[in-house]
């Protein structure tokens, strides 16, 4: 990266973590964009900010397309750019931004990956049947498995709950999701058992100096980390006999939100549960649980 955007890069980051509330993912990938981004500018002979113009950034927007980024992956590295913009000229780095005229290709919709009551329920059951007190892991991770499915928390607030944000009496957990907002999530029973069973026996056996008050534990005791939390998923998904596709964390997260809305509830109450800022997120579920309904239609109905 040139010198000229080390500093202004380092102040953009502490904004987004600090100021903004930003998740970790969302502040390395922005950070990540704008190294690039800075780097193709110095290679086209910008020395500063102010000489980074919208030619330039559409410039590098193009040279990613040329190498067959994903519409995703642009539309979220354009966003990088105009939120650093108006950053920069709000703090005076920059008198114009370059970004207002700025377009990246529209994120295409892509409906979730959701598992099927059987296919969630026979992974469920797998696990809870293999936990033993002998190995504390197994009852760890049908804690985790039950606690995803049953509250559709995303991985990285279910790795940074402690054991107090858990009411066993009242079956809720307080999570501390994006921009710092908590809301309370209901569970139940079946999670409410792992979840005793791994708090009564498992933990113990893996708590030491390290653990702290963090509720999910690794091997050596310090707070579980998210890689190690989609290995489980992954690893509880796969089909006995190894075919067919596993999922991860955030599947588990799609998927109790369509079950619950399968089951009839609202949609803004499944708004409030999965923490979303804005509903028109939590539809993208109506239009899985519409596409399950035409599924079943083709298949049952004489004359579809």
Known sequence: MP?????????????????????????????????????????????????IDLGLLRSWLGAQTGTGAARSSLARRAAAVRTFCRWAVRDGLITTD??????????????????REPQINAALTRAVEAATVDDPTTARDAAILE???????????????????????R??????GKGNKERTVPYGLPAARALDAWLTTGRPALA??????????????GRLDQRRVR?????????????GPSAGPHALRHTAATHLLDGGADLRAVQELLGHSSLATT???????????????????PRA
């Open 3 to 51: 010198a000229w955007a080390a500093d202004a890069l380092h102040a953009f980051v502490r904004h987004l973590a600090l100021e903004r509330g930003r998740s970790a993912h969302t502040v390395r990938a922005y950070r990540a964009d704008l190294a690039a981004l800075f780097a193709h500018a110095d290679r086209a002979g910008a020395d500063g900010l102010d000489v």
């Open 98 to 115: 370059p970004s207002v005229r700025l377009r990246a290709p529209r994120r295409g919709r892509t409906l979730p990956v959701v598992l």
């Open 147 to 169: 606690l995803l499915y049953a509250t559709g928390v995303r991985v990285g607030e279910l790795t940074a709950l402690d054991v107090d944000d858990v009411d066993r009496e």
């Open 171 to 176: 079956r809720t957990v307080r999570v501390l």
């Open 208 to 221: 030491g100096e390290r653990s702290g008050a963090a509720l999910f534990l690794g091997v050596r005791g």
């Open 231 to 243: 290995d489980v998923v992954h690893r509880a998904t796969t089909a006995p006999d190894g075919r």
């Open 283 to 301: 539809q993208v579920y109506t239009h899985v649980s519409v596409e399950r309904l035409r599924s079943s239609y083709r298949q049952a109905h």
